[in-house]
């Protein structure tokens, strides 16, 4: 399914000068004059249009269309796309589109080739569309260039081709498409571009946010606050979010609420926290559902309520937010403002944990040791622990290595116990780290040097895998 593309037809392409109709003096009776009185005629049209007087400009546009002029005929088109002074009419739009096209007129091209690409007063047809799109874009035409660059991006109608995308984008961005010059930014920020370029990517999406592009502009933020392609610089981010934000974008509301709660680039200010937050919230953002409900769990700038927490970890546990997920299953685990329920905690740490939270893999295993809102599971225990000690989870690597040790629900392994007992051992908590280091000492007097040694190795393979994901 093709997805819709947001942007309207840049009427500012069409600012008409004498020149566009200079007379040739060569040209003989009515036609010299039609074309003397059209340079006067259509910027008025044109006008008209910008003023919204539409019936005006569309008697204007459909005499000169008449007369086979094709900026007339594009814009009697637009005019009929959009039922501006006359009742909408898309197959009428493709028609007179159609008439622009076949006298080469770029705007025309482009206009019919998303007639085309929508199947919208014509048959759907992603070729022709292509095909369209092409001719106008080797005409110069900015948002077939555009339109270029998204189809190559996403494999739309030819083969996926982001160096391809790049160079189409390219062109139109240079030609001031917003949308062509944020795309640009993005894919020079995750380096589809071929590499990462932060500084490219940052001046992109300056462009882009100096026209008003509200995404632009929350990325400048987000580039400012981490210091990529510009040095680091809170306030400056907080300018940004706050813009963006202020235009309704969620995930700057989210982080402007985040930047008001931590005082980064502002003064600490909980209630202008609580304000973006609620706001982003109530668009659905999952991330920002989950920390109001943090907020409101542990009475944070709001009173105290823990059923209220629990509405707002729901609201996005059901979008999957794994966190918040953790949360509701948290909640019920304890009883903290709903009666205690282990088997509904244990649904909703298994959700979590099957969407990688480390926290939730680590109870999980903890309820199939223990049995907790479900059967014993040794085996299920043990492989839980192991995917959060994967994680870097200190409590779930030393039970794990008590399990290898053991050879509970696991083969009894000294060199794995070691390995991660070892890794426990390094924990920041003193009580994990106290009895990992114990346990581990009392698993290492079974073990030969060269075993000890091999453990040790494991451990170091771990822990960087881990670490460098964090």
Same mark, same amino acid.
């Given at each position: ?166 160079? *189409?984008?390219?062109? /139109?961005?240079?030609? $001031?498409?917003?949308?062509?010059? +944020? &795309? @640009? !930014?993005?894919? =020079? %920020?995750? #380096? ?47 300018? *940004?979010?706050?813009? /963006?934000?202020?235009? $309704?974008?969620?995930?700057?509301? +989210? &982080? @402007? !609420?985040?930047? =008001? %709660?931590? #005082? ?47 509405? *707002?970890?729901?609201? /996005? ?11 509701? !299953?948290?909640?019920?685990?304890? #009883? ?47 492989? *839980?622990?192991?995917? /959060? ?11 794990? !290595?008590?399990?290898?040790?053991? #050879? ?63």
């Amino acid at each position: 399914m093709k997805k819709w593309i947001n942007f309207a037809f840049l009427l500012s392409t069409l600012e008409l000068t004498t020149s566009i109709f200079a007379a040739d003096m060569s040209v003989q009776g009515v036609q010299y004059f039609q074309e003397k009185l059209a340079v006067q005629k259509l910027p008025e049209a044109y006008m008209d249009v910008k003023n919204k007087e539409y019936d005006k400009a569309f008697t204007i546009y459909k005499h000169y269309a008449d007369l086979n002029m094709p900026v007339a005929q594009y814009m009697l088109g637009y005019l009929y796309q959009n039922g501006f002074g006359t009742a909408k009419d898309n197959d009428l739009a493709a028609a007179w589109y159609g008439k622009a096209n076949a006298q080469v007129f770029p705007p025309g091209e482009f206009a019919l080739g998303m007639m085309y690409y929508y199947g919208i007063g014509v048959s759907q047809g992603l070729t022709e569309a292509v095909a369209l799109f092409n001719q106008a874009a080797l005409h110069n035409d900015a948002l077939a260039q555009y339109m270029l660059g998204y189809l190559y991006a996403h494999g739309y109608g030819m083969t996926q081709s982001l160096a391809t995308a790049v160079d *189409w984008y390219t062109k /139109a961005a240079t030609q $001031g498409v917003v949308q062509a010059q +944020y &795309n @640009l !930014g993005l894919m =020079y %920020y995750s #380096g589809e571009a071929g590499s990462r370029d932060y500084s490219k990517a940052f001046n992109w999406f300056s462009l882009a946010a100096q026209q008003g592009s509200v995404k632009a502009k929350f990325m400048l933020g987000l580039m400012y606050s981490l210091g990529q392609g510009v040095s680091l610089d809170k306030a400056q981010a907080f300018n *940004w979010y706050k813009q /963006a934000a202020d235009k $309704g974008l969620t995930v700057a509301q +989210y &982080n @402007l !609420g985040i930047a =008001y %709660y931590n #005082g980064q680039g502002t003064s600490v200010n909980l209630g202008l926290a609580l304000a973006s937050l609620t706001s982003a919230a109530n668009q659905g953002l999952p991330r920002a559902q989950y920390f109001l409900g943090y907020l409101t769990f542990n009475g944070i700038g709001v009173t105290k309520n823990p059923q209220k927490a629990l509405e *707002w970890y729901m609201k /996005a546990a059901e979008q999957n937010f794994a966190e918040a997920q953790f949360a509701v !299953g948290y909640v019920f685990h304890n #009883g903290a403002g709903v009666l205690k329920d282990d088997h509904q905690a244990f649904t909703w740490y298994l959700t979590a944990a099957k969407a990688g939270s480390a926290n939730a893999q680590y109870m999980v295993g903890l309820f199939y040791q223990q049995g907790i809102g479900i059967l014993s599971n040794l085996q299920l225990a043990a492989y *839980w622990y192991g995917k /959060a000690a994967e994680q870097g989870m200190d409590n779930a690597q030393m039970l794990l !290595g008590v399990m290898y040790a053991q #050879g509970q629900g696991i083969s009894k392994d000294s060199k794995l116990a070691y390995t991660w007992l070892n890794l426990a051992s390094t924990s920041s908590n003193n009580e994990v780290r106290d009895a990992a280091v114990k346990l581990r000492d009392e698993v290492a007097k079974g073990m030969s040097v060269n075993d000890i040694n091999a453990a040790k190795q494991l451990s170091q393979s771990y822990f960087n895998k881990y670490s460098s994901q964090q």
